[in-house]
């Protein structure tokens, strides 16, 4: 089989099982503001979707990052909680295992991700440190054969579900970027507990709280990545951006698709909506915001493979994944008229998500920073 017949069969297993499986439950989800249940992520398990992009020897196909971008795109179309999971195994903290870990932590962590037994999310920020990460105070401090973590983590997605945190702290003394590596801490260490479930806009059915760590003792061959390599660890953060970026472009498709059908559909002063010519224009302006962050995505990707995406490539793409999918699934709510600002259409929670996303893994400001930071071969120092 060809790499592009993979593709394609991938992409259309998972538009199958996100329909038949997830698309009944989203709704629920997000009313209700649970998570998939154990039983529906070890499906995606057995089903091969949760290793796409992790090596065989593991259990996953090793195969390239599109592919499990596709993915994550059909099931973010439908039920965006299902597609977390996707999102997670494939493009969250496993590939900073992946990349970054010994042969020994990869063995340890990344079969139970893959086979949908366990789950890793990543905690990175903290109330006073969000856009600027490199500000974070929770702190691993060596003591016998092992490290004594303190901290608090915030708007941790999957945060006190999760079995396992890709713990972004300070490891030394060494000021900013330079003293931060990660560890990985798991639930059931004493001292790890977590804060109340945040109830966000959107992103229900994706848990989010704090994750709260005092005095929690880490063995240290849970040291995933040293102080002084934060460097690579961003550089791993990527996948996970393209991840996001693609969570964006599908609920912007989603959101588009939907509205094709309801223009040609809906009449107004005795014909389609679509017979005027401003939602033709409009249809038109969604089209094109749409096709341009696909491409921006699969460039990012299509240059990754099995490795990293390269970083202008990857915040040109995010920046504009994430802003297009606020603007187009407005656009469709206001051609949806009355309809879309109900929860039955389902057009007001694809609006709610698209924010979600544009806030988590860096804002849009701070992907242009970056981009300009790329494109002219130069740091820009947000402290001075
Ligand atoms: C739905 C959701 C899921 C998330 N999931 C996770 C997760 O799983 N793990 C995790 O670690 N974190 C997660 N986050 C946190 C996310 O990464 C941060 O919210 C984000 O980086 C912004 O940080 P902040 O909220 O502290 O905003 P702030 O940093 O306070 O920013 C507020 C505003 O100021 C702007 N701003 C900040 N600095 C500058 C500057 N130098 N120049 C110009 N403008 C600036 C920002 O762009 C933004 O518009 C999540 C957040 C959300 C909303």
Redesign the pocket.
């Not at 999310?121 to 920020?125: F, P, T």
């Not at 806030?359 to 804002?363: E, F, N, Q, Y």
């Given at each position: 089989m060809t790499a592009v017949d993979e593709h394609h069969e991938i992409r259309e297993l998972a538009a199958k099982v996100a329909a038949e499986v997830f698309e009944p439950m989203a709704a629920h989800l997000d009313e209700t503001r649970g998570p998939v249940p154990l039983a529906e992520r070890r499906r995606l398990g057995d089903l091969g979707l949760l290793g796409i992009a992790l090596p065989e020897r593991f259990g996953g196909a090793g195969a390239v990052l599109p592919q499990a971008l596709a993915v994550v795109e059909e099931f973010a179309k439908v039920c965006r909680p299902a597609a977390f999971q996707v999102f997670e195994a494939n493009t969250g903290p496993a590939q900073v295992i992946n990349h970054l870990g010994t042969e020994d932590q990869r063995r340890r962590w990344l079969p139970a991700i893959i086979s949908g037994e366990r789950t890793m999310?990543?905690?990175?920020?903290e109330p006073d440190a969000?856009?600027?990460a490199t500000d974070m105070r929770t702190r691993a401090e060596r003591s016998g054969d092992g490290y004594v973590v303190n901290g608090v983590?915030r708007?941790?997605?999957n945060g006190g579900e999760a079995d396992q945190y890709l713990l972004y702290c300070r490891l030394s003394d060494a000021p900013g970027s330079k003293g931060i590596g990660a560890v990985v801490v798991e639930k059931g260490m004493d001292g790890l507990s977590f804060g109340p479930a945040e109830r966000?806009m959107g992103?229900r059915g994706i848990p989010?709280a704090d994750v709260v760590l005092e005095n929690v003792r880490v063995p240290a061959d849970n040291v995933v990545v040293p102080a002084g390599d934060f460097g690579r660890l961003f550089g791993v953060f990527s996948i996970e951006r393209l991840g996001n970026a693609t969570m964006s472009l599908a609920i912007a498709q989603e959101a588009l698709d939907r509205t094709r059908v309801y223009v040609q559909e809906r009449e107004q002063f005795g014909k389609p909506l679509v017979e005027f010519q401003s939602v033709q224009l409009t249809l038109a302006n969604m089209l094109l915001r749409v096709e341009a962050a696909r491409l921006l995505i699969e460039r990012a990707a299509a240059g990754a493979g099995t490795g990293l995406p390269d970083p202008l490539h990857t915040s040109l793409a995010k920046c504009t994944a994430n802003e297009m999918a606020k603007e187009v699934t407005d656009l469709a709510m206001q051609l949806h008229g009355g309809n879309g600002y109900t929860e039955e259409y389902g057009i007001e929670r694809l609006h709610r998500d698209a924010h979600?996303w544009a806030?988590?893994?860096?804002?849009p400001?701070?992907q242009r920073?970056r981009i300009v930071s790329e494109m002219l071969g130069r740091r820009f120092d947000?402290r001075r």
């Open positions: 999310a990543v905690a990175i920020s969000g856009s600027a983590k708007w941790i997605s966000l992103f989010s979600g806030i988590a893994g860096g804002t400001t701070m920073i947000q």
